[in-house]
């Protein structure tokens, strides 16, 4: 197995001391960005939609079932998104969320094409990756996983 590449180097060496920390802090904007973001896009269809509207939207959209999109979206990115925002079982609720995209993009946004401006794979996909991160990465060390001492 390859070894992983050392740290870089310190722009200015003077500060090398501080980049565990800043690195640690940088993964934690990572982490609670990418978790918020997803959530205020899910208290859009939570809040604003019943059940039944969101069924026909997402029939709309050739999610099938609709009815069992309606429960699971919404779900997904409120309540588990604010688990990835707060670092609680950080890596199972990426992991829902990234199959969430995963479906999105394929089903929905790929017949689209590539670009934001017709609604395509490209917006969706960034986001997947960032999730990705966190599923991979973890809550981190400023993660209530790591406070208790339970990462999964």
């Known amino acids: 197995m390859a070894q992983a590449s050392s740290d870089p180097k310190p722009i200015l060496p003077a500060l090398g001391q501080y980049y565990t920390l800043t690195s640690d802090i940088a993964y934690l904007l990572v982490r609670v960005t990418a978790g918020a973001f997803v959530f205020v896009h899910g208290w859009t269809k939570a809040a604003a939609m019943t059940h039944a509207g969101l069924t026909g939207y997402f029939a709309k959209l050739g999610l099938e079932p609709a009815g069992l999109w309606a429960y699971y979206i919404p779900f997904n990115e409120t309540i588990i998104a604010l688990l990835v925002v707060i670092g609680l079982w950080t890596r199972p609720a990426a992991l829902l969320l990234v199959i969430e995209f995963i479906v999105l993009i394929l089903v929905v946004h790929v017949p689209r094409g590539y670009g934001m401006a017709v609604n395509g ?3 969706p996909l960034f986001w997947l990756m960032v999730l990705i991160a966190v ?12 406070k208790i001492g339970k990462e999964l």
């Not at 599923?135 to 790591?146: A, F, I, K, N």
Request: glycine fraction near 20%; charged fraction near 25%; proline fraction near 7%.
């Open 121 to 123: 794979v490209e917006f």
């Open 135 to 146: 599923l991979l990465r973890g809550g981190g060390p400023w993660s209530v996983d790591r």
